[in-house]
């Protein structure tokens, strides 16, 4: 079955690092990937979107990549910052009705 | 245009009750999911609707458990004679096509006494 493997244990970094978050999936091949931000007590909110024929995606600070023969997909914030402590959710579609699947989440903190 | 609105934002319910769970998407979007999310857990798919069709129900429970997508007003997620496994988060999401990005709503969270 399709699987997406997200770190489980929570980033923490010094502001102004950069933080890199990894997203694997297995058993399947997706023709894009999304990533979603979660604070505590919300709903996801939409970050970006990454076609399988995109090696690399950016919009501001954040930079995405999405490596087809690893199953891999790497977010990464640059210059960090205290505010982007939250919740990062990478999200493929299924193969067949196209819902998306989303990972366990990995737990960004920044601190000043 | 106002997002995706959910309610109630908290319910809470006695073993044995009723839930039921508004989802009202955004203006346009004609495809609704949703997910419910157990603490310290991800979020797991439950259903995806269009107007008045179950598009895919794989990740609802066998039982208890019901959707609908009417062609006027609000998604419902019911869920009946509910059990304390039930409390949760429950996010309802639209989009605008079935590949584009989801907008979720602030959730509905059920607590089951």
């Known amino acids: 079955s399709q699987k997406i493997e997200q770190n489980s244990e929570a980033l923490n970094i010094q502001e102004g690092k950069t933080a890199t978050l990894t997203c694997n999936y297995t058993?399947?091949?997706?023709?894009?990937l999304q990533w979603y931000r979660q604070d505590p007590g919300r709903g996801p909110v939409f970050l970006l979107l990454?076609?399988?024929?995109?090696k690399e995606k950016r919009k501001e600070r954040l930079k995405v990549t999405f490596d087809t023969t690893l199953k891999q997909s790497l977010f990464h914030i640059t210059a960090s910052q205290p505010a982007d402590s939250a919740t990062y959710l990478c999200?493929?579609?299924?193969?067949?009705?196209?819902?998306?699947?989303f990972g366990q989440g990995t737990t960004l903190q920044v601190k000043p | 245009n106002a997002g995706v609105m959910q309610n109630p934002r908290h319910l809470v319910r006695r073993r044995g009750q009723e839930a039921r769970l508004r989802c009202s998407p955004m203006?346009?979007?004609?495809?609704v999911y949703w997910y419910r999310q157990l603490p310290e857990e991800g979020l797991k798919f439950m259903v995806y609707?269009?107007?008045?069709?179950?598009?895919?129900e794989s990740g609802m429970p066998k039982e208890r458990f019901s959707a609908e997508f009417p062609k006027e007003g609000p998604s419902i997620l019911r869920i009946q004679q509910v059990v304390r496994g039930d409390s949760a988060a429950y996010f309802c999401?639209?989009?605008?096509?079935?590949?584009?990005?989801?907008?979720f709503g602030e959730g509905s969270r059920l607590t089951v006494l």
């Open positions: 058993n399947y091949s997706p023709a894009y």
């Open positions: 999200a493929p579609p299924s193969s067949n009705t196209g819902k998306l699947i």
């Open positions: 609707l269009q107007k008045e069709n179950i598009i895919d």
């Open positions: 999401a639209s989009s605008l096509q079935n590949t584009g990005e989801l907008f």
């Open positions: 203006k346009g979007h004609s495809h």
């Open positions: 990454i076609r399988e024929n995109e």
